[in-house]
């Protein structure tokens, strides 16, 4: 990974605003699969019979889709405040691996700016940049431009369909039907498939997606974390295998050059 | 319905639902100069991407729109846009075409499958 980003050069470092808007631009697929959810969360959310400002105030200060949808259901049913609280918690408990992952990426960065781009730190906008930072075109120097780029385009849609969503929800038919959802699973897909090219990889995506499958009745998306976990598993375990393997073939490989006169 | 409850029942509810989420997000950037990684655990973390995003569309793919049961045939369009959208991903490496083909794909089914 480090050798990647170390073969960026100055010509192709981003500057600042440019790598806003690339933040901005590679989040645009995630941001048409959002709206769907914020609008859906608005209109549910009055439907309910909850006031406006309270959907509005969770989609500004939480920030967190799917909790934001099980926290509806949860007062539907007449949870407690700290049976919502915890389980909140639960639900986002993924985003820690988002942060140990980008920690070295915004290591060097003042409080003020770690405080934003912790807030943001949701799954489109993680997915927007994160993989932009192994193929290069994103540096310590200025990735975080594009981080808060994604961020804040998201952050401003979301809230947007949130209050579309509220006001006028009634007033769109069928909306969780039409399949704007998808663009995120395209999106999704379109980072997944480009990491897929070595057997580390393929067991992290085949153990993981089973298990999604297997445990996806698991309260809370306890499935979903639950599946990641195992995935991360596995990619350590193949990857141990693989570097045996690798090392067994190095050794023969310079056993044989030695063999050949060859210096190593 | 939800049943009634009073403005500070639900400021009380947001401002713990704000704690956690945001502890959870923030905890490790609050000491990020001080935090450093064991190398088994960078080792991990370089499939976090791979393992997360799997496990969140893989339930969206095989059992859409929360069916109960696994839906794997030709009319579901979620399955049938994936799978383009995988073979293009895994050709082209181009996140961009693989986006494209995925959604033309989908919304393609959709309409023909008329779901």
Redesign the interface.
Known sequence: MNQVSNKTDKNTELAPKQAFWFGVMVCIPMIIGGIPFGLIFGTLATSYGLEPWVPMLMSLLVFAGSSQFVVLGLLMAGATLPVIIFTTFIVNLRHLLYAADLVKYIRHLSLPWRLVLGFGLIDEVYAATRPHYDSGKLSLSTGHYAYFGSFLSYYIVWNVSTALGIAAGEFIPELSNWGLEFAMVATFIGIIAPYLNNFAYWSVFVVSGVSAIVLVNLPNNLGMLSAALLGLLAGIISSKLSNITNSENTIKNHIAKDSDGGAL | ???DHSVV??L???F???????G???????R??K?Q?PE????????????????????????P?QADS?VMNWQN??LI??LA??S???LS????L??AV??VI??LS?WFFGS
């Not at chain 2, 713990?16 to 945001?22: A, L």
Request: net charge positive; no cysteine.
């Open positions: 319905m939800i049943s029942y639900y009380t509810m947001i713990g639902m704000v704690v956690v989420t945001f959870i997000r923030f905890v490790l950037y609050a990020a100069d935090i990684m088994w655990v960078e080792q991990m973390l370089k499939f976090v991407p791979v393992a997360v995003l799997t496990a969140i569309i893989m339930p969206m793919i095989l059992l729109n696994i369009p979620w846009g994936s959208a995988f293009v991903g895994l490496r181009s996140s961009l693989t986006i995925g959604l989908f919304f959709k």
